[in-house]
């Protein structure tokens, strides 16, 4: 059973820094491509940014130069650092796995349930 489990969300003030956690299980985590979104209230889920592992990266607009993802297949994990963040950061986070595996080579595409990142003073 696969599972992506995010944590590390929660009230922090404008200008503050958070560091969110996706760890993963039941997968062969290096065969996957690793994003971040987020969710407001009202709003389209939003792509913010993603990890093809290799050192390769990259990010929306909206979040460019504030926040960093990386990952550590030793441990299954992938982190979303936040830095400076705002109000409209607001929202909750979700990671999201996407790759192939497996004897036929199928596609595979996980989510997490979220962790909610309020912003605000």
């Known amino acids: 059973q696969v599972q992506l489990v995010e944590s590390g969300g929660g009230l922090v003030q404008p200008g503050r820094s958070l560091r969110l956690t996706c760890a993963a299980s039941?997968?062969?985590?290096?065969?996957?491509?690793i994003y971040w979104y987020r969710q407001a209230p009202g709003k389209e889920r939003e792509l913010l940014a993603a990890?093809?592992?290799?050192?390769?990266?990259t990010y929306a607009d909206s979040v460019k130069g504030r926040f960093t993802i990386s990952r550590d297949d030793a441990k299954n994990t992938v982190y979303l650092e936040m830095n400076s963040l705002k109000p409209e950061d607001s929202a909750v986070y979700y990671c999201?796995?996407?790759?192939?595996?497996?004897?036929?080579?199928?596609?595979?595409?996980?989510w997490g349930q979220g962790t909610q990142v309020t912003v605000s003073s």
């Open positions: 999201n796995a996407n790759g192939r595996e497996g004897l036929f080579s199928r596609w595979y595409n996980y």
């Open positions: 039941g997968l062969t985590f290096n065969k996957y491509v």
């Open positions: 990890n093809t592992g290799a050192d390769t990266t």
